[in-house]
């Protein structure tokens, strides 16, 4: 099969991937085959880009939140996960100081926001629904005991884009900070407590001075800690791995190689996450722990597929899926083994 073109994107979270791009082992990687390695997020085309969450493009591989890509296969997309990782973040719900919510079970009867927006899949909201059932359920409370308010957000578009830059974040990023929209309603006073998580939500827990009422992210139980980056997925188009086998273990084997050489190298490692998230490397650690450089492993561990399997049912039980499927046949293992029978050193 003749290819000239390999797609790839991630979040801008920590990811294998973001090093191995920034590293450029990729690139070197299919220079010699005349193989181009492009970046969905760098595409003008906002269909091309729009495969970051539906992942229509064949000889594409994605990795980031979990939400898309179970998504994408529930509405039939012929995908695999061929690795797993889980970088344990900043999982908070917080309140405003003095409205005596402290504990998860100051929670119940409370207004908790929501954020709604008319996209393909709204991941920014279940993932905060799916904190707020987590946290309640820790103190045997339903989400029939607390009030769900939905918060409109701003459109994400080139307006806000100019916008942004007459009233930039205040964290130095260049666009609009991810929890403007519900911060805005915490302050006007129209709910009470809102989800926020990674690198902004420890930017916007001291920028408030709030009441931290839970950090599930550190959580001993990996179950209370599952959400939308925990496990992240690296997926590929299934196709792609009918045809062109050798190609996909290669581009996992750098992946893979990406996340030991983070390991050994802690300050260049979270030097490229800050260049990911747009964040200070202080900023970085605070969010993602001070181990984050040695959580980076793309594996197929067991406990990471409990955890993709219980995000998978929570996600269907409060309908942003369109379908079941299972899990264990959407999980291609064949790349990975076959990475392990070649132990491949590139990159490390």
Not at 308 to 319: C, E, N, Q, S, V
Request: glycine share 10%; aromatic share 8%.
């Amino acid at each position: 099969m003749g290819l000239d073109t390999i797609w790839y994107t991630r979040c801008p979270v920590p990811t294998p991937l973001g090093i191995a791009v920034q590293e450029g082992w990729l690139a070197r990687e299919f220079a010699l085959d005349g193989i181009t390695l492009t970046s969905l997020q760098d595409n003008v085309d906002a269909e091309v880009r729009e495969s970051h969450f539906d992942h229509h493009l064949a000889h594409s591989f994605r990795q980031g939140g979990n939400i898309p890509a179970i998504w994408a296969r529930a509405k039939g997309r012929d995908t695999r996960v061929i690795g797993l990782s889980w970088t344990d973040e900043f999982q908070g719900i917080i309140a405003l100081p003095g409205s005596g919510i402290c504990t998860p079970r100051d929670l119940a009867g409370r207004r908790l926001g929501l954020t709604r927006h008319a996209v393909s899949i709204d991941f920014k909201r279940a993932a905060a629904l799916k904190a707020f059932e987590t946290a309640l359920a820790l103190e045997g409370i339903g989400l029939e005991r607390v009030e769900l308010v939905d918060i409109k957000d701003t459109v994400w578009d080139a307006a806000a884009d100019v916008a942004a830059v007459a009233a930039p974040n205040p964290f130095g990023g260049a666009g609009r900070h991810h929890y403007e929209s519900e911060v805005a309603a915490l302050l006007r006073g129209d709910v009470d407590a809102i989800f926020v998580k990674g690198v902004l939500g420890t930017q916007v827990l001291h920028m408030l001075a709030a009441q931290l009422v839970i950090d599930l992210g550190i959580h001993p139980d990996p179950l209370v800690r599952n959400g939308n980056g925990t496990p992240r997925t690296l997926t590929v188009d299934a196709s792609f791995i009918d045809q062109r086998p050798d190609l996909v273990t290669r581009f996992l084997g750098q992946v893979v190689a990406a996340g030991h050489w983070a390991a050994a190298h802690p300050r260049e490692a979270v030097a490229y996450i800050g260049r990911e998230t747009d964040a200070s490397s202080e900023w970085v650690r605070y969010g993602y722990g001070a181990s984050v450089h040695q959580r980076l492993q793309t594996s197929l561990d067991d406990s990471a597929i409990a955890g993709l399997k219980a995000f998978k049912d929570f996600l269907l039980r409060h309908g942003f899926l369109a379908a079941d499927f299972s899990v264990d046949d959407w999980i291609d293992p064949a790349p990975l083994a076959a990475l392990a029978r070649l132990h491949p050193r590139t990159g490390t």
